[in-house]
């Protein structure tokens, strides 16, 4: 996806530690550490789908049919191709849940 907003919102996050004088510490040798930290935490909530860049994938996972043993390492093997321009700010992931009710 790409969202200049939410960039712009963790590097501002990770801006304090760019000062050269906080209270008489230079806290700019932990920028790049700090940058580090800020984008590789995860981001929760909603996302607007137009800022998706590929088309999604998607990965089925039947409770009630697949054996325990297949939830112990689940490894989903993905391609995209992207259908527009832009820089890419990260990967997202959602999810869907379908609680299918029986005819009886």
Not at 39 to 67: C, E, H, N
Request: a negative charge.
């Amino acid at each position: 996806f790409s969202d200049e907003t939410l960039y712009m919102e963790q590097y501002t996050k990770a801006s304090f530690w760019f000062q050269s004088d906080f209270k008489g510490v230079n806290l700019s040798p932990l920028k790049e550490a700090a940058l580090e930290e800020y984008f590789s935490q995860p981001v929760k909530g909603p996302f607007d789908v137009s800022f998706l860049m590929a088309k999604p994938y998607g990965y089925t996972i039947d409770f009630l049919r697949d054996p325990d043993s297949s939830l112990h390492l689940i490894n989903i093997p993905f391609r995209c191709t992207l259908y527009s321009n832009g820089t890419i700010h990260g990967l997202a992931f959602w999810f869907d849940v379908s609680f299918v009710g029986s005819q009886k």
